[in-house]
Nanobody, 124 residues
């Protein structure tokens, strides 16, 4: 299993960045994919996740209305479009996911697969 993330970088406050993550080794049609982030000195936190259908998306309150998660199921890829970025969005962003084994599951916790992080820095 491999989650290969790319994107990120340095942007000024109010700007935009896009992240992408290619998932290999999993059946993407039954896979929840998402993003977490960890800022220095803070715990890792949930950002957004998306199930197979684009309607099944979840967001942290702190990013609602600014971030959009999407996925291309044909490419086994999940994206995170980040707009109106704030300095407090600065963190290492991790792609993560898990197999969906039942109709009841948490879209924000208990991820079984993790990618290497990518740095997002928002300057004020």
């Amino acid at each position: 299993v491999q989650l290969q993330a790319c994107g990120g970088g340095l942007v000024q406050a109010g700007g935009s960045l896009s992240l992408s993550c290619v998932v290999s080794g999993r059946i993407f049609s039954s896979y929840l994919a998402g993003w977490f982030r960890q800022a220095p000195g803070k715990e890792r936190e949930f950002v957004a996740s998306a199930g197979y259908r684009t309607s099944t998306t979840n967001y942290a309150d702190s990013v609602k209305g600014r971030f959009t998660i999407s996925r291309d199921n044909a490419k086994n890829t999940v994206y995170l479009q980040m707009n109106s970025l704030k300095p407090e969005d600065s963190a290492v962003y991790f792609c993560a996911g898990k197999r969906i084994r039942s109709i009841i599951y948490s879209p924000t916790e208990d991820m079984e697969d993790w990618g290497k992080g990518t740095q997002v820095t928002v300057s004020s």
